[in-house]
């Protein structure tokens, strides 16, 4: 890497020093440079239609379009193509450099971080706040059972060891098994609406104790036979 970072900068060096104009191969650059930017304008504008297909993240595509993120990572890339085209008229490709540094620092900082913050509250909110639910709720001894897509961060929120269980029929014989080898006869159970309807589960063989985004926090009697 150092030895091609200064092969990199004595070849710049050269092209900004020599008074002609760069040779095709680097304004074909340039130009690829503009037409990256373009893409970018385009598929940022786009990229609500692309966040509707995670069923945990069902108001992510809203957030985004009404927090007017798209619109604003689209000027900043349009913008670039823009003085990239001024410059590549001029026989300035060795400016685009300093036009791709400035548009990426103000893709990161109006647009990639608020962006973060967003995704945070869709995503990993609900489970900060039902992983503190079940950590003050939780009986001694009482298993913390999270069924459907698998979420590692419950373990790091809550601190303690959580059962992840993917298939509603594991799910089902997993929850009547603890009933007749554990002591305790509840255990708290962590799942998406849509996943937790799949389990089938009568109204007396459980307790909603939260609910938070899609989740529900529920606490299962496993003496009820499904």
């Not at 798209?70 to 913008?79: D, F, G, N, V, Y």
Request: aromatic share 10%; charged share 10%.
């Amino acid at each position: 890497m150092p030895a091609a970072a200064i092969l990199v900068a004595l070849l710049w060096s050269h092209l900004t020093q020599q008074p002609t104009r760069p040779n095709w191969a680097v304004q074909l650059s340039g130009w690829l440079n503009v037409l990256l930017f373009l893409l970018l304008a385009g598929a940022t504008i786009y990229s609500p239609h692309w966040l509707d297909n995670d069923p945990t993240l069902p108001n992510l595509p809203l957030r985004v379009q009404q927090s007017g993120l798209p619109l604003i990572s689209a000027l900043i890339w349009t913008t670039a193509a823009v003085i990239g085209i001024l410059l590549l008229r001029r026989h300035r490709t060795c400016w685009l450099w300093s036009v791709k540094f400035v548009s990426v620092a103000a893709f990161l900082i109006f647009v990639f971080t608020p962006a973060s913050f967003i995704l945070d509250a869709e995503r990993q909110l609900p489970l900060r706040e039902l992983a503190e639910t079940a950590v003050r709720v939780q009986y001694s001894g009482e298993e913390l059972i999270m069924f459907g897509f698998r979420k590692p961060s419950l373990v790091f929120y809550t601190q303690q060891s959580v059962t992840y269980i993917s298939n509603s029929a594991a799910a089902i014989s997993y929850l009547q098994a603890l009933s007749s080898h554990a002591s305790d006869s509840t255990a708290l159970l962590l799942a998406s609406h849509e996943d937790f309807s799949s389990l089938g589960l009568e109204s007396n063989a459980y307790e909603q104790i939260a609910t938070a985004g899609v989740y529900h926090l529920l606490r299962i009697d496993n003496r009820v036979k499904q």
